[in-house]
Structures are given as structure tokens and as C-alpha cells.
């Protein structure tokens, strides 16, 4: 009986491992996948690195897909994952998976983690990008809910406000007075009217300089935390250039070992060499993971070059003329016309950069709902780009609130709520009208 429960649970254990090895890689940026490819040839002698005038990996013929198993499956599996060192995302993947059962809510809190910045606050177009890739709004609110919950505390707000608040709940401060002022005088917090606010809540003005002092301590980027002081190298997954008049995509491979099998063992045993039932069994276990590997980093680069092909031929107005010129595009669209699941998209492109020319950018910068005009759409990161412009051109002494930024826009042809315009700036680092404020 108990080998035939062992039995049974290798066989769900194998996949589940295969699977989230898969998607691991998959996910990997440039220097993650570098390390994890290391490890995997000091932990397996079936795997070897060849040398750069060797017979490469092809990528021709690939599979478009693989069987894996359910979803359920890999979330338990996700519990007992060990890492000598979480990175931040690591940290609130495990939060995730010890908490949450309902699988769809869990695929919401991991796209939801997606679209942290590098504070840990929540994009402004999150939710709306989250309902166009096919998620429900009821499961990206409780997603983000338990998300507001974990630690570090304060991630997954929407603006500094709202991240001081999450802290001080979970501190169960929510009756403070420090509380009690982001809560209902955060302008006049923001302008720093201590008269006012002490008027208000009916306090005394040094019990409103002292929560003001309280609130000063909060942490400004809970995500910072998790940042070592050491900068992080980055390298470009893809390249688009333009050769003889055309753009191309290409996948950049200087970074990544060339991988081979170590066919030695395999010709041993059929050769008689080793007979040994155990020996046998441990050689064809690591053959496997050693297949298993250089499938899934085939599959990864597979997938790459064809979402830089999406991209390239979505955005070629963007390459030949600029940021106006970026349309939007969904991960789930880019899905459809590849025939994937649009979780992988978000996964494939997580930690990747594209190169184009000079420039880094992010393979997520050119995914991005958008807006209608009148001669056709412009998407959230032009928007971005057009109040950056705004601000910049604005008189110190005279700033535009988010209200006059709106208007501007509209005359533009383009028609955005105020309360847009202040989640975009908020997206943007820019402070509010009151603190851009110069004085004569």
C-alpha cells in the first residue's frame, strides 16, 4: 500500500516539478537564467556546456506547446519551494501560496504582482488592464486586498497616502491620530496646515506635529527593502534593428551557456559499463531533467522571439517615429494570435529588456491599454508621456493641476478623467500642483 502511494506520488510529483521548472525558466531574466543554468550543470552530469563553434540548439520544429498538469497542482507544489535568498517577488509569491486556495484569485494576485513598480506600489491602469487580459474585477480586488495584508506592509497601494495607511494598520493604529489624518486631511497634510488640521480633528498643534512625525517614519518604497546595495546588471533579451531599410527582431544569445547532453552515461550503461539497478535508475532520472532543461530554455526563446515578432509588427509606427506613436496592446490579444495563454505572455516577458539601438527598455513598455482619438488610439504609456511633457513645460510659479492637465489633453483629442490624469502622475513620481510649486 505505501509503495503504491509513492508510486502515485511521483508521478504527480515529476510533472509538477517538470512544470515549475518550465515556468521558472520561462520567467528567468537574463542573468537569473545565467545562474540557474550554472546550478543545473554543477548538479547534473548528464548536462554539459559546449563550446561556441559547436552545433547549437535549434529551435526549429519546436513544439508549440506541452502538457502540464493543473493548476492546483502547482500551487501546492509552489508551497514547498525553498530559497536560500528571497527576492521580493519570491516573498510575496510564498505570502500567496500559503494563503490563498481559490486558484483564480491566485493567478490575479501573481498578475497583480506584475504590475508592481519598483516602490511596490500598484500601477494606476492595473485593474484595467487586468479585466481586458480576461480576469475578473471581483478576483483582482480580493487579490489585492490579501496583497495589502502581506509584508512588506505597504505593498500593493496606490499612492503614498494609501501605502502610509496599510502600515499603520498593520500595526493596528487605525484609531491613532496619525491614522486619522491621511485618513481625513491628507491635502492639508500635503501643504503642511497644521492649524487647520489640528482645527479639523480637535487636537492641539504639537499633538499634530508629533502623528506628523510619526507618519515621516513610514516606509516611502516597501519594495526598496529587498533591493541589494549592489546594482543588478541587465541584459537585453531582444534586439530590434534596423538592417537594409527594415526592422528585425532578434534574440540576443552572448549571455546564454549553449547547453548539450552528456551522452557518455547513457552509452556506459548501453554498453554494459554500469549494471547497477540504482545507477541505471539515477542516470535516466538525470537524463531527463537534463531534456527537461534544454527544452524548456528552447521554449523560452522560442516564445521570446515570437512576442518580439507581435510587438514588432504592432509597433512598427513606434519604431520608425517615436513614443506618440505607441498603440495599444494587450497581453491577452498577443495571446490569441500566438495561441498561448495569456499568464504565459505576462511570464515570458516578465525581467526582459529589448534593446533598440542606444536605448533599454523593458518588454513590458510596449504592452499598455490605450485611449480613442480622433485619428485612432494612443496607448496609457503615450498618455504618461504627454503629461511628463505638460509638467515640464508648465511655469513653476504657475503649475497645472490635474484638472488643467485633463483639459489640455482634451483639447488634444483626447478625453481623460481628472482622476486618471492623478494616477498617472502618481505613476510618474510627479508631486501634486501645491508641492511643484515655486515661489518668486
Request: net charge positive.
Amino acid at each position: 500500500m505505501e509503495l503504491s502511494q509513492n508510486i502515485k506520488l511521483g508521478q504527480i510529483q515529476r510533472p509538477t516539478l517538470k512544470m515549475y521548472q518550465s515556468l521558472k525558466i520561462l520567467q528567468a531574466s537574463a542573468l537569473d537564467l545565467q545562474s540557474l543554468i550554472k546550478s543545473e550543470l554543477n548538479e547534473n552530469p548528464m548536462l554539459e556546456e559546449i563550446k561556441p563553434d559547436s552545433e547549437t540548439l535549434s529551435l526549429d520544429g519546436l513544439e508549440s506547446g506541452a502538457s502540464t498538469p493543473d493548476a492546483q497542482k502547482a500551487h501546492d507544489y509552489l508551497l514547498n519551494i525553498q530559497t536560500q535568498s528571497e527576492s521580493f517577488e519570491e516573498h510575496l509569491q510564498k505570502q500567496a501560496a500559503m494563503e490563498i486556495k481559490d486558484i483564480e484569485i491566485l493567478r490575479a494576485f501573481l498578475f497583480l504582482q506584475n504590475h508592481l513598480d519598483e516602490r511596490g506600489f500598484l500601477e494606476a491602469d492595473a485593474f484595467e488592464c487586468g479585466t481586458r487580459e480576461g480576469l475578473k474585477k471581483q478576483n483582482l480586488e480580493k487579490a489585492l486586498e490579501f496583497m495589502q495584508s502581506c509584508e512588506p506592509a505597504g505593498v500593493g497601494a496606490r499612492d503614498y497616502r494609501e501605502c502610509f495607511m496599510i502600515q499603520l494598520r498593520q500595526k493596528r493604529q487605525e484609531n491613532s491620530l496619525a491614522f486619522k489624518i491621511l485618513d481625513k486631511a491628507y491635502e492639508l497634510l500635503q501643504k503642511r496646515k497644521v492649524k487647520e488640521i489640528a482645527h479639523m480633528l480637535g487636537a492641539s498643534t504639537s499633538e499634530i506635529e508629533l502623528a506628523i512625525s510619526q507618519i515621516a517614519t513610514l516606509d516611502l518604497a516597501p519594495a526598496k527593502n529587498f533591493q541589494t546595495e549592489e546594482a543588478k546588471a541587465i541584459f537585453a533579451d531582444v534586439k530590434f534593428e534596423k538592417i537594409g531599410g527594415k526592422w528585425q527582431a532578434f534574440l540576443t544569445k552572448e549571455y546564454l551557456p549553449k547547453l548539450a547532453i552528456n551522452d557518455s552515461y547513457r552509452q556506459k550503461i548501453a554498453s554494459g559499463a554500469i549494471s547497477k539497478k540504482e545507477d541505471k535508475s539515477y542516470i535516466k532520472t538525470k537524463l531527463r531533467d537534463a531534456k527537461n532543461v534544454i527544452e524548456a530554455i528552447e521554449k523560452r526563446q522560442s516564445t521570446l522571439l515570437k512576442i518580439a515578432n507581435v510587438i514588432l509588427e504592432t509597433q512598427i509606427d513606434f519604431f520608425e517615429h517615436g513614443i506618440a506613436y505607441l498603440k495599444p496592446l494587450t497581453m491577452k490579444s498577443v495571446a490569441e494570435r500566438l495561441g498561448l495563454h495569456h499568464t504565459t505572455i505576462s511570464r515570458a516577458i516578465a525581467e526582459k529588456y529589448a534593446q533598440i539601438e542606444t536605448k533599454l527598455l523593458p518588454m513590458r513598455y510596449f504592452f499598455s491599454t490605450g485611449y480613442a482619438k480622433e485619428n485612432g488610439f494612443v496607448s496609457n504609456t503615450s498618455v504618461k508621456d504627454e503629461i511628463k511633457k505638460i509638467v515640464k513645460s508648465e511655469n513653476p510659479r504657475k503649475p497645472y493641476s490635474d484638472l488643467q492637465i485633463a483639459e489640455i489633453l482634451n483639447d488634444s483629442g483626447l478625453n481623460i478623467a481628472r482622476r486618471t490624469i492623478a494616477k498617472y502622475r502618481e505613476s510618474l513620481n510627479i508631486p501634486p500642483k501645491n508641492l511643484r510649486k515655486k515661489e518668486a
